[in-house]
T-cell receptor, first 115, second 113 residues
Framework: GAVVSQHPSRVICKSGTSVKIECRSL??????MFWYRQFPKKSLMLMAT?????????EQGVEKDKFLINHASLTLSTLTVTSAHPEDSSFYIC???????????FGDGTRLSIL | AQTVTQSQPEMSVQEAETVTLSCTYD???????LFWYKQPPSRQMILVIR??????QNATENRFSVNFQKAAKSFSLKISDSQLGDTAMYFC??????????FGAGTRLTVKP
């Protein structure tokens, strides 16, 4: 069964809207979750590391105020794309990690389209 | 910073044949983990195989095996008896302690009937 639930799978909205994407760990408590962005036919780019109970760690070049991450519980992390613009259109994927060295389990992704 | 290089943007193979996807990485770490993930058109990320750097023995999972050369920092994936369902993007991934994972650019594999 699924280890990670990501919702919604598809979002189409107008420019200027804020969009929230949820990532839930179903099988275990996750102190750390990851958010990736994937452009068409490109690889996954790590955006940020979501830490339960503390601030997220953002990769260089990722705007903290644009991509708000909240990890309020051990099973839920949210990514909010604030005041979204067409250039924010992309595929966003979250992942959950368990014990040290274990593979990350990925959500099914969210396809975000900003008109 | 760790980098992962996949030098083959696209590969194709005939059904039932064998294909090898290459991956090299750069790191100063001694303990780390390597993975191959498959991403079919559905865009779901599916774990194919995992290798621990401290293990010399190459990992195998059914038709999938790796050739891990730690000194050369090489981690290639061999797919035997290729099947049509193997058609996908394949990403090589490096993970250091702390579970921070970095991906290569990917190789698009097409299995031809």
């Amino acid at each position: 069964g699924a280890v990670v639930s990501q919702h919604p799978s598809r979002v189409i909205c107008k420019s200027g809207t804020s969009v929230k994407i949820e990532c839930r760990s179903l099988d275990f408590q996750a102190t750390t979750m990851f958010w990736y962005r994937q452009f068409p036919k490109k690889s996954l780019m790590l955006m940020a590391t979501s830490n339960e109970g503390s601030k997220a760690t953002y990769e260089q070049g990722v705007e903290k105020d644009k991509f708000l991450i909240n990890h309020a519980s051990l099973t839920l992390s949210t990514l909010t794309v604030t005041s979204a613009h067409p250039e924010d259109s992309s595929f966003y994927i979250c992942s959950v990690t368990g014990l040290e060295g274990q593979p990350q389990h990925f959500g099914d992704g969210t396809r975000l389209s900003i008109l | 910073a760790q980098t992962v290089t996949q030098s083959q943007p696209e590969m194709s193979v005939q059904e039932a044949e064998t294909v090898t996807l290459s991956c090299t990485y750069d790191t100063s770490e001694n303990n780390y983990y390597l993975f191959w993930y498959k991403q079919p058109p559905s865009r779901q990320m599916i774990l194919v195989i995992r290798q621990e750097a401290y293990k010399q023995q190459n990992a195998t999972e059914n038709r999938f095996s790796v050739n891990f050369q730690k000194a050369a920092k090489s981690f290639s994936l061999k797919i035997s008896d290729s099947q049509l369902g193997d058609t996908a993007m394949y990403f090589c991934a490096f993970m250091k302690q702390g579970n921070d994972m970095r991906f290569g650019a990917g190789t698009r594999l097409t299995v031809k009937p």
